[in-house]
């Protein structure tokens, strides 16, 4: 979802259509039971960050918001390296979900964010971003992400990644790649070969999705031959992590591009359907 001054936008990813939605929707006892004493996950007091460990440097930071009196999911990842916490995407929702987010981070890991990396310009990616600003972090993207943010009312992250899509950040190695249009004209991947996780955020659908969801800024007829793209140029991929949903394998970027095809032959079918009938 993007928010335009005044609250005034077009609906995107996270803002959902009355029939096509393809998030994962969760209860609030869902929410609860991620609390629980499990040392691999951590939650703020409001239950609405939840804080979960893919590996030992890796984590997923997933936030929760209602819609409809629903409760909804969006990822982002947390990356802990010798020099500090990169933040990939912020969490999602008003500035004081992130500032929970960067007290959580700060209280677990003992480090500072020094980084943080804006996967698109819709709201569920970039709507923290004033709180990381605030605290002088490093705030990157593509210069695409920098002009669409701040037509959507956000301050612009510095447009660095299309010159230095690669970025190593102590030990760890980061790689920004845009692949091309898809859920949206600026979405790119993150790309963490010593972990051979890959963040798709919101251009990648988890496998539970079963359609492509809100397309309002997508490009449906571009978007199967940049995932083609991802799959092409990172064929080592282990963990995929998408925007909305579960994590899961390389098959994530396959049932992404079954779901554009049946879109397009949906599409395909009602254009059939109404030329017959004129």
């Not at 999705?209 to 397309?215: I, M, R, V």
């Amino acid at each position: 979802m993007k928010i335009h001054k005044g609250w005034i936008g077009k609906a995107v990813c996270s803002l959902f259509l009355t029939v096509a939605v393809a998030l994962t929707p969760f209860s609030h006892q869902t929410i609860a039971q991620s609390e629980t004493a499990s040392p691999t996950q951590i939650t703020n007091p409001g239950k609405s960050i939840v804080l979960s460990k893919l590996n030992d440097k890796l984590w997923l930071h997933t936030t929760y918001n209602e819609w409809n009196g629903t409760t909804y999911d969006h990822n982002g990842l947390i990356v802990s390296t010798s020099n500090g916490i990169v933040l990939i995407d912020t969490a999602w929702g008003d500035t004081q979900k992130t500032e929970e987010l960067l007290q959580l981070i700060k209280k677990h890991w003992k480090k500072d964010v020094v980084l943080a990396l804006i996967t698109h310009a819709h709201d569920d990616s970039i709507s923290g971003i004033r709180a990381l600003l605030h605290q002088k972090i490093d705030v990157r993207s593509t210069r695409l992400t920098a002009k669409l943010a701040k037509e959507y009312g956000y301050p612009s992250p510095n447009p660095t990644l299309d010159e230095k899509p690669v970025i190593k950040v102590g030990d760890t190695i980061l790689e920004a790649y845009y692949p091309g249009e898809g859920h949206s004209s600026d979405n790119i991947t993150v790309w963490l070969p010593q972990s051979k996780i890959l963040f798709g955020g919101c251009f990648v659908k988890a496998l539970d999705a079963k359609d492509l969801g809100n397309l309002s800024d997508a490009n449906v007829e571009q978007w199967d031959d940049s995932v083609q793209k991802v799959i092409e140029k990172y064929p080592q991929v282990e963990t995929v992590v998408p925007g909305h949903g579960n994590t899961g394998g390389k098959n994530l970027l396959d049932h992404t591009i079954e779901l554009i095809k049946q879109h397009s032959q949906k599409q395909a079918a009602k254009t059939n359907s109404f030329s017959r009938s004129t």
